[in-house]
């Protein structure tokens, strides 16, 4: 059984993965104590002949030591939490120089609209592509995530982000990835018969080669419906 | 499913141009029972379908991240959406609106029509099959298609078909002109199908002909679709035997 | 207890029992049978339950090959014994679907709510046992109803059993009509029936204990399903609701959830989920409450912090409230919410911690026998702690971004539900069969069906925690379209191997409960030495339970007990030399 991850390649991957670790060994200690000492009960005070239990109803120390203990590490995981919550998902998380992608789900393809070579989405050298994702490194993106018919999930897990698209609603996810790839992105929402069968292509590309690669598909406009 | 439980009727054959839809209805007796084929007559009904202007030209498909069927294709593939030749337009539907003697009805054909999905494009584009027909889908590509039928008058249905080589059978109890076919996992998948009570419809090849067979004589009003370009009519006088024609225009402006 | 004996023999001739056949078994008052009915009833669904598993486990092993058997499946579902990807949608949803709502929530409630309620607070019957008879029938037309959405055009509901807009309600994305309308209306019938008998269960245990039952002398099995028969009479009418709502929805053109004309997905979840995670608590508190039950039995000690446990059991009840957005943390919700809900959500943990630590105190210098219920109770403590331990990981909400909606997710709902809820349910089972039929299960096929459960039920869902670390998403027909997942499918094979052989196994307890009904030890009333109230009547208990109402003397888990040499234990109705008169406070 592998406990590890496969490393996250954007830059707030490490702050999640740092959690999860930290949790993982917190709840690993204390399934040991408990199995541990579970296993250790059943043999030791296993019944035989001419035993008799030791009659009690409880201890107040003992309860406020497993109610308080337990109670000051959820807390503290909670803090830690939130700190990393507030950094990718809080009112301000947004770096103002992101670049915009919008993302549109459907059943059951991802079509991408790239703000082309002025970097404004709903301009007139917009391009859309079926079922690519193409994001620089080295700088924020923020996805402004569509749905049209069901809900359905951006989910990338290399970037550790997922957000639920929900139709009514246009709602900005924002990531910066670190090391150049390609990476799948799944739908993590059951969306009817075709959602498991709902992948794109995420290709993170140098800067410049990501430039390079917008002007030239700007120019072609290419259009995939 | 509905099956009819009438003796089967025939459509056949080629005309010049293709293997879409129209032709004369025989009728078989298959259990030897009375038969209630429709009125039929001897004269033929061919014709031409006109593009005026310039033709539109037709997007190009992105199946870059579809390669299972992109593969098919020699180069970048097209849908084709409008099929323009030497100013002659093709896939347009054409059918007897009205005209038809009072309480005419006609059985269906037993043998299917086969809806193909090949190289990520439904086969035909644009067919017709009579009420209670049962329309084969098939799907000839080694990945998931969805057919989903999104009719007004008719119930519709959202079916998928994971693996190639496998076939549905469905049929339409209303008349409908048209009912569309669309695949969610490829959105840009389109097929037309026209309901009709009656045997008499035609699709148009390539070169713009169609041909309708076995008319009654009498006085008709035709209607030509095209899903870009709307719908035309025009009247006919169909002879007790010989041939008429009869022409449609269509330009491009949108529907 | 011969007095007691003689006592009835005397006047069971005065209280001869009158009733039809009909009225005796079919349409019976008598909580006893009530509740008999009610396990027939859900170890039916859990079977189909637990077979719509097995075919679910068929295409995530082999994907796509034809499943041995398929062949009878119609062209619709499965042509050629391929499942179609919307054949499995409806699998997926209804799994849950019967699993959690006529499966482990009537097994919990529905049997052990009426059978344990008036035999362990002294009660002759329910409050109203007409009404508790119309609870059992009404939950036959609502199973019927959910039966029938395999047999009608477009198939079963496929939207998961949580049932999400728009996918819910749109037949034309979803490909289902009549299917979500039958679900609809069979979450609405049952859960009337859920309604009916909680509020008799409330009301029961109010009114009706015996003197001397003070509240702080209930056995916390009974702790446990009042608290739960409070959240069921509160959350149930929420999911009714919602659930008509989504019916409206999807076949009158109202739009409450569809957002074409103004309506709000969200608003669905977070119906669903306000009853959802209250609901969750349903299915976990009457199970903790029996395994206190069953723990204190076999460790022949009181229970460890009695009082802990039921505040225990009321924090959970309370907190279980205002936790259900973290079930929406990505879902769109706003963000802001999403460190309320972690908060709340991370301190439930705390009272499920106390609960267990109490456990393991209740056993630690004891005098353990293993009998089968007891086994069942430990695996439970063991089980219930991963489960529990997994939940902290999606309690966090960054680390929730990568595991929700993946076989993490899956892996802690079975750790808790299975691990949990069904060995608790086993338990409960085997404990309470010689009260209901008069006879023992077999021990030794017990220890057998125990150990191969406990070992195939790890095999089958520890493994899902890798696959969930692994980025393996929930719902998916085939994981090999990934390239990602492809090198987790050797490990979707071993699992769904595991779960062909757990669910075998399960045949042993079906032939062990069929066969011992029959064949199995006649027992007198106190087979396991325990301590309960319900142990003071004949095995199976006959109707009325008493024939004058008991007296309480004791609280409820006196094993053990320096005062009584003679046996390891003293029962709640008998008298020892401290004991202060009926009605006093419980001997602490």
Redesign the interface.
Same mark, same amino acid.
């Given at each position: 059984m592998d406990w590890t991850l496969t490393p996250g390649v954007t830059t707030y991957a490490a702050d999640i993965d740092r959690l999860y670790y930290l949790i993982l060994v917190i709840t690993g200690i204390a399934f040991v104590v408990v199995e541990v000492a579970l296993i250790w009960f059943l043999i030791q005070y296993r019944g035989r002949p001419g035993r008799r239990a030791h009659y009690t109803h409880g201890s107040i120390r003992a309860e406020i030591v497993w109610t308080s203990v337990p109670a000051v590490v959820v807390v503290m995981i909670g803090v830690l939490s939130g700190g990393v919550w507030n950094h990718i998902r809080g009112r301000d998380s947004i770096p103002p120089d992101a670049l915009p992608v919008a993302v549109a789900a459907k059943q059951f393809e991802w079509n991408v609209t790239y703000a082309g070579v002025d970097g404004q989405l709903g301009s007139d050298d917009d391009f859309t592509l079926r079922n690519e994702l193409r994001v620089p490194t080295e700088r924020p993106v923020v996805v402004h995530l569509t749905a049209e018919d069901v809900i359905h999930s951006f989910f990338v897990p290399d970037f550790r982000v997922k957000q639920d698209a929900v139709p009514g609603m246009n709602i900005l996810v924002w990531f910066q990835v670190i090391e150049p790839g390609e990476y799948p992105l799944a739908c993590a929402e059951l969306c009817g018969l075709g959602h498991y069968r709902m992948e794109a292509r995420v290709v993170a590309l140098q800067p410049d080669e990501y430039d390079r690669w917008v002007a030239e598909q700007s120019n072609q406009n290419v259009a995939s419906r | 499913m509905r099956r009819v439980l009438v003796p089967a009727v025939f459509l056949l054959f080629a005309c010049a141009g293709g293997d879409q839809g129209g032709g004369a209805a025989e009728s078989e007796d298959a259990a030897g029972g009375m038969t209630s084929t429709g009125p039929m007559g001897q004269a033929t009904v061919s014709g031409m379908v006109r593009f005026d202007g310039a033709a539109p030209a037709n997007p190009t498909i992105d199946m870059s991240e579809e390669p299972t069927c992109a593969e098919k294709y020699e180069g970048p593939p097209t849908d084709p959406q409008a099929v323009v030749n030497n100013g002659m337009l093709g896939n347009v539907f054409v059918y007897v609106k009205s005209g038809l003697p009072d309480g005419a009805s006609y059985s269906p054909p037993s043998t299917p029509v086969v809806l193909d999905q090949e190289g990520c494009l439904y086969h035909p584009r644009v067919f017709g099959v009579m009420v209670g027909q049962t329309v084969e889908i098939r799907n000839s590509d080694a990945l998931l298609h969805n057919i989903k039928a999104v009719p007004t008058a008719n119930r519709g249905f959202n079916i998928s078909q994971p693996q190639a080589g496998m076939t549905t059978n469905r049929t339409f109890n209303t008349a409908e002109i048209m009912v569309p076919f669309e695949c969610n996992v490829h959105g840009w998948m389109r097929a037309y199908t026209g309901v009709t009570t009656h045997p008499f419809y035609a699709t148009s090849g390539e070169d713009g002909a169609f041909t309708i067979q076995g008319l009654p004589a009498g006085e008709y009003v035709l209607e030509a679709w095209h899903e870009l370009f709307g719908t035309r009519e025009t009247t006919v006088t169909v002879p007790e035997s010989g041939s008429v024609s009869v022409e449609f225009t269509f330009s491009p402006s949108a529907s | 207890m011969a007095t007691t004996a003689a006592t009835f023999d005397q006047v069971s001739h005065a209280n001869v029992d009158t009733r039809s056949f009909l009225r005796k078994y079919v349409f019976s008052t008598d909580h006893k049978t009530i509740g008999i009915q009610f396990l027939i009833l859900s170890l039916f669904f859990l079977a189909v339950g637990g077979l719509l598993a097995m075919m679910m486990r068929w295409q995530l092993g082999f994907p #796509?090959q034809a499943m041995p058997g398929g062949g009878v499946l119609p062209?619709?579902m499965a042509?050629g014994g391929?499942l179609?990807?919307?054949f499995y949608?409806a699998l997926?949803s209804m799994h849950g679907t019967f699993m959690v709502f006529f499966a482990i929530m009537p097994l919990l409630v529905g049997v052990f709510a009426n059978f344990l309620i008036p035999l362990k607070i002294g009660a002759p019957d329910m409050a109203f046992p007409r009404l508790n008879m119309a609870s059992f029938w009404i939950a036959v037309p609502a199973g019927l109803l959910m039966m029938a959405g395999f047999f009608v055009e #477009?198939g079963a509901a &496929?939207?998961?059993w949580t049932m999400?807009?728009?996918?819910s309600a749109?037949?034309? +994305?979803? &490909?289902v009509s009549a299917g979500q309308t039958l679900w609809c209306m069979s979450i609405a019938v049952l859960g009337l029936s859920s309604i009916l008998g909680s509020t008799n269960y409330i009301t029961t245990i109010i009114n009706l204990r015996a003197p001397g039952m003070g509240w702080f002398r209930m056995p916390l099995s009974i702790w446990a399903l009042f608290i739960t028969a409070i959240l069921t009479v509160l959350a149930i009418p929420i999911l009714s609701g919602a659930a008509i709502m989504l019916l409206f929805d999807q076949t009158l053109g109202t739009h409450f959830f569809l957002?074409a004309e103004g &309506?709000?997905? !969200?608003l669905w979840q977070h119906l669903f989920w306000f009853f959802g995670h209250p609901e969750v608590y349903i299915l976990i508190l009457p199970a903790m409450g029996m395994v206190s039950d069953v723990i204190a039995n076999g460790?022949?000690?009181?229970?460890?912090? +009695?009082?802990?446990m039921v505040f225990a059991i009321m924090a959970i009840g309370f907190l279980g409230w205002i936790v259900w957005g973290h079930h929406m943390f990505?879902?769109?919700m706003n963000? =802001?919410l #999403? $460190?309320s809900f972690?908060?709340s959500t991370? !301190?439930i943990?705390?009272p499920s911690?106390?609960k =267990?630590?109490?456990w393991? &105190?209740t056993?630690?210098?004891?005098?353990? /026998?293993?009998h089968v219920p007891m086994l069942h109770a430990?695996a439970f403590?063991?089980m219930f702690?991963?489960g529990g !331990?997994?939940g902290?990981?999606m309690?966090? =909400?960054?680390?929730d971004? +990568?595991i929700?909606? =993946?076989y993490f997710i899956v892996a802690h709902i079975h750790y808790v539900l299975f691990g949990g809820s069904l060995f608790a349910i086993f338990a409960g089972i085997v404990f309470w069969y010689p009260k209901m039929f008069g006879r023992m299960m077999s021990e030794s096929w017990g220890k057998v069906h125990f150990f191969l459960t406990f070992v195939f039920y790890n095999l089958t869902f520890?493994?899902m925690?890798?696959l969930g670390?692994?980025?393996h $998403? /929930?719902?998916? +027909?085939?994981?090999t379209?990934?390239?990602?997942l492809q090198p987790l499918q050797g490990m979707n094979q071993f699992i769904s191997i595991s779960a062909f052989l757990l669910f075998a196994t399960q045949i042993i307890f079906a032939a062990n409960f069929i066969l011992s009904w029959f064949r199995g030890k006649k027992v007198s009333e106190n087979p396991w030495e325990d301590t309960g109230l319900e142990w003071t009547t004949p095995s199976p208990a006959p109707h009325g339970n008493w024939p004058t109402t008991p007296t309480v003397y004791q609280a409820p888990y006196e094993?053990?007990?320096?005062q009584e040499q003679t046996k390891?234990f003293v029962m709640q109705t008998d008298k020892l030399p401290t004991t202060s008169p009926a009605g006093g406070p419980a001997d /602490?």
């Open positions: - | - | #796509g062209d619709t042509p391929i179609l990807p919307e949608n997926v #477009g &496929g939207a998961g999400y807009v728009p996918l749109d037949p034309e +994305y979803s &490909g957002p &309506g709000q997905p !969200l460790s022949r000690k009181p229970i460890f912090g +009695y009082h802990s990505q879902s769109g963000p =802001t #999403g $460190m972690m908060i991370l !301190l943990a705390v911690a106390i =267990t630590f109490n393991l &105190g056993m630690w210098r004891g005098n353990i /026998r293993f430990i403590v063991a702690v991963i !331990l997994s902290v990981f309690a966090s =909400t960054p680390v971004i +990568y929700h909606d =993946t520890f493994p925690h890798q670390l692994g980025g $998403m /929930r719902r998916i +027909y085939d994981p379209e990934y390239e990602f094993f053990s007990h320096p390891d /602490r």
